[in-house]
């Protein structure tokens, strides 16, 4: 059967002790919508927060050819949500934190789970595909944001974080991200000050990284001490 997007019906969502039973679930109800994927999730007080990027139009049409419709699906717009469930009253509450499109979100590794600040998200092109055409460093606490550019004809890829040893704050640290220059069809990584989002290092690769959506950063102590 065709997967279709009811309009009508609220989204719900499961909250669970981690340890605890399955008949210990609460669920909240919000308006509907269609998530792909999540920031952080916490406990502050009696609530529970959830920091999203939620899908606005979750079935594209696509017009002007066969393939239309199926590249559709790979298009995004995307807002920066965040709920919070009222574990005292069952009450949800969900506001809307920015109108621009950005998705593949991260934070500092060792808050996840935990109150964070800072959500650094790649921000999407309008080309007819997904294309990432910059960054998003999003500030939770003051609701400000900060946006960096590959530049024309530069595409990136998720942009992990990298704390810098010694590190003195939440954004202390390093935006990697792998960057596809279609102008000479050339690939580099680029190293970005995540506090000030300047560019402090470019590693021009060898060959052509194809374009991709997903990266991560791992610590070199951890690739040399075995993954664990």
């Not at 009811?6 to 719900?12: L, Y």
């Not at 139009?57 to 393939?67: C, I, M, N, T």
């Not at 294309?131 to 460093?137: E, P, Q, S, Y």
């Given at each position: 059967h065709k997967i279709?997007?009811?309009?009508?019906?609220?989204?719900?969502?499961g909250v669970i002790p981690r340890r605890g039973a399955a008949e210990e679930i609460r669920w909240f109800e919000a308006e509907p919508c269609y998530i792909y994927h999540v920031v952080n999730s916490y406990e502050q007080d009696d609530e529970i927060v959830l920091d999203v990027c939620r899908v606005m139009?979750?079935?594209?049409?696509?017009?002007?050819?066969?393939?239309a419709r199926m590249l559709s699906y790979l298009?995004?717009?995307?807002?920066?949500?965040?709920?919070?469930?009222?574990?005292?009253?069952?009450r949800t509450r969900e506001d809307?934190?920015?109108?621009?499109?950005?998705?593949?979100?991260?934070?500092?590794?060792?808050?996840?789970?935990?109150?964070?600040r800072y959500s650094y998200n790649v921000h999407?092109?309008?080309?007819?595909?997904?294309?990432?055409?910059?960054?998003?460093?999003?500030?939770?606490?003051?609701?400000?944001?900060?946006?960096?550019?590959f530049g024309p004809g530069r595409w990136g890829s998720e942009t992990p974080f990298a704390q810098r040893t010694g590190r003195t704050g939440e954004d202390d640290g390093y935006l990697l991200s792998f960057v596809q220059d279609e102008r000479d069809g050339r690939s580099e990584v680029v190293i970005i000050d995540a506090q000030t989002l300047d560019t402090v290092g470019r590693v021009r690769l060898p060959q052509r990284v194809p374009i991709g959506f997903h990266a991560t950063w791992v610590r070199g102590d951890r690739l040399t001490g075995g993954l664990r």
């Open positions: 279709i997007f009811n309009e009508e019906q609220p989204a719900r969502f139009k979750p079935e594209p049409s696509g017009e002007g050819g066969p393939l298009r995004m717009d995307a807002h920066l949500y965040r709920y919070r469930f009222d574990l005292a009253t069952g809307r934190l920015d109108d621009d499109n950005t998705e593949f979100p991260l934070i500092a590794g060792h808050l996840v789970g935990r109150p964070h999407i092109s309008a080309e007819k595909t997904l294309l990432f055409d910059g960054l998003v460093k999003y500030d939770l606490s003051n609701g400000s944001r900060e946006r960096f550019d």
